[in-house]
């Protein structure tokens, strides 16, 4: 399997521009999670999906930022309008289940400057 | 909120030498789990030790989980350049109602050959 696949790997904007990032996951995993990390904060979970549907977004810092996925096979974190604080590695996840002892997969990340 | 903290928050050693990172965390939990990052890499899972286990081996890593102490540790023994990476505890807990992982800050660990 190819793992978790993140596109870009590396995304540099001016500040008020859309910014999306992509994700593909693991085929036949069935919850998907975007976390973003910074050095001050460390790792946080956004958002993350079972079978496609939003289950729990109260890590989305505001509205400016949004998620979707469409089908089982791809996934994207919309920010708009970015602003320099968003600046950040995101990375997308998938696993099998969501639940106590389950491991979840990584992608190699979407580096992102907000200049 | 953050509930596994890694300490220290960076480790120097050379090689061939022992790692011991640690993790204290605040809660009760389920499971605390381990994964490394290599620069500019996503995170990887090492090994996960259950809240009814006291260590666990795998390779050259051994952790511990004192749930009295509400801590655990991760040592790599033998280390290898190939080693020097971004170490992070990750408990696993129920809360709020719903399953929660909660990842610390990391340790990053440097092996000088």
């Known amino acids: 399997d190819a793992g978790v696949i993140q596109s870009p790997r590396h995304e540099v904007t001016e500040m008020g521009q859309e910014v999306t990032l992509r994700c593909k996951p693991i085929s036949g995993h069935d919850y998907l999670f975007w976390y973003r990390q910074t050095m001050m904060r460390g790792l946080e979970l956004l958002i993350y999906f079972n079978n496609n549907v939003p289950i729990d977004d109260s890590g989305m810092p505001e509205d400016r930022f949004s998620a979707k996925m469409p089908n089982a096979s791809f996934s994207t974190l919309k920010i708009q309008p970015s602003e320099p604080r968003d600046s950040a590695v995101y990375f997308c996840?998938?696993?099998?289940?969501?639940?106590?002892?389950?491991?979840?997969?990584f992608g190699e990340g979407s580096w992102l400057t907000v200049v | 909120s953050q509930q596994g903290e890694e300490d220290p928050q960076a480790l120097s050693i050379q090689e061939g030498e022992n790692a011991t990172m640690n993790c204290s965390y605040k809660?009760?939990?389920?499971?605390l789990q381990w994964y490394r990052q290599n620069s500019g890499r996503g995170l990887v899972h090492l090994i996960l030790?259950?809240?009814?286990?006291r260590e666990k081996h795998s390779g050259r890593l051994r952790v511990t989980l004192d749930t009295s102490k509400k801590s655990s540790s991760l040592l790599i023994t033998a280390s290898r350049a190939a080693d020097t990476a971004s170490y992070f505890c990750?408990?696993?807990?129920?809360?709020?109602?719903?399953?929660?992982?909660?990842f610390g800050k990391g340790t990053k660990l440097s092996v000088i050959p």
């Open positions: 809660t009760s939990i389920n499971n």
């Open positions: 996840a998938s696993s099998l289940a969501w639940s106590s002892g389950n491991t979840i997969y």
């Open positions: 030790i259950r809240s009814n286990e």
């Open positions: 990750a408990t696993d807990a129920d809360g709020a109602g719903s399953y929660q992982l909660t």
